[in-house]
């Protein structure tokens, strides 16, 4: 039986791991730069950026979220934003995932949240299929822009 429950500073290491198997299987395995000092920087900090969730069972953790709160001008209330959902591949296509998704679905309601998002690679055709099968709709006229490095420099004035 899956088990869902915050993660704690102990997590931190194993979130990591699976924070980089996530970035390999979305076939950027070089591209984490954080590290453990930073999660929990991030996490358990005087100023958390970000919450954590970690499932597991008898034998371990299977996985994780990782979200944090956004904010709608237009509902004039919080959202619920999922950065990164990771399944180990073992543990996959045994409920993991759904039990992670609707533990944060009860999250959102019971903090007032008007939206629950999250980002999913346009070639990952499995996780599109189960978000539409648990109700979520694709943002087709949408598209996430993104600065980093030096154009965010540029754009700073620095």
Not at 37 to 52: D, I, Q, T, V
Not at 82 to 95: F, H, I, K, S
Request: glycine fraction near 10%; charged fraction near 25%; proline fraction near 3%.
């Amino acid at each position: 039986m899956t088990h869902i429950r915050p993660a704690t500073r102990a997590d931190v290491g194993t979130i990591l791991r699976f924070v980089r198997e996530l970035a390999a299987f979305e076939r950027e395995p070089d591209a984490v730069e954080t590290t453990e000092a930073m999660l929990e920087e991030a996490l358990f900090g005087e100023k958390p950026a970000a919450e954590a969730l970690i499932a597991e069972n008898e034998h371990g953790p299977l996985g994780f979220a990782l979200f944090f709160h956004n904010f709608s001008t237009w509902t004039g209330k919080r959202g619920l934003y999922l950065e990164d959902l990771y399944v180990t591949p073992e543990a996959r296509g045994r409920g993991v995932g759904g039990a992670l998704l609707s533990h944060l679905a009860g999250m959102a309601l019971d903090r007032g949240c008007a939206r629950f998002e999250w980002s999913v690679l346009d070639w990952n055709a499995d996780a599109i299929a189960f978000y539409r099968k648990v109700g979520a709709v694709g943002m087709e006229d949408w598209t996430i822009q993104r600065m980093s490095g030096d154009a965010l420099v540029r754009l700073a004035g620095r």
